[in-house]
């Protein structure tokens, strides 16, 4: 079973930047695909930003030019670089981790004061 663990979220003001990062209990290597996803009170989780084990990356239209998924491989270590943000970009953000199933992490707020 998959561990995953976020952090990196905040109180920031629109237009600011935030880095969220999800590190995994296992070689990142292992797994298929790391996700970011984002669930607004009332609303369906949505996708914001994937990437898989062989590097190809999908963004949610309304996140296009300002997110940027990455990894660092040594620290089994999936981050959110957030630039841009809007107050609409408040929620709370998951890490997801697909291997032979879906493993979720406990969120992280992201908060975006106008």
């Known amino acids: 079973q998959v561990q995953l663990v976020e952090s990196g979220g905040g109180l920031v003001q629109a237009g600011g930047s935030l880095r969220l990062s999800c590190t995994t209990s296992?070689?990142?290597?292992?797994?298929?695909?790391m996700a970011w996803y984002r669930q607004a009170t009332g609303k369906q989780r949505e996708m914001v930003a994937s990437l898989t084990g062989g590097g190809s990356t999908n963004y949610a239209d309304s996140v296009k030019g300002r997110f940027t998924i990455s990894r660092d491989n040594a620290k089994n270590t999936v981050y959110l670089q957030m630039h841009s943000l809007k107050p609409e970009d408040t929620t709370v953000y998951y890490c997801?981790?697909?291997?032979?199933?879906?493993?979720w992490g406990r969120g992280t707020q992201v908060t975006v004061s106008s």
């Open positions: 296992e070689s990142i290597f292992s797994i298929t695909v």
């Open positions: 997801k981790a697909r291997k032979f199933g879906d493993y």
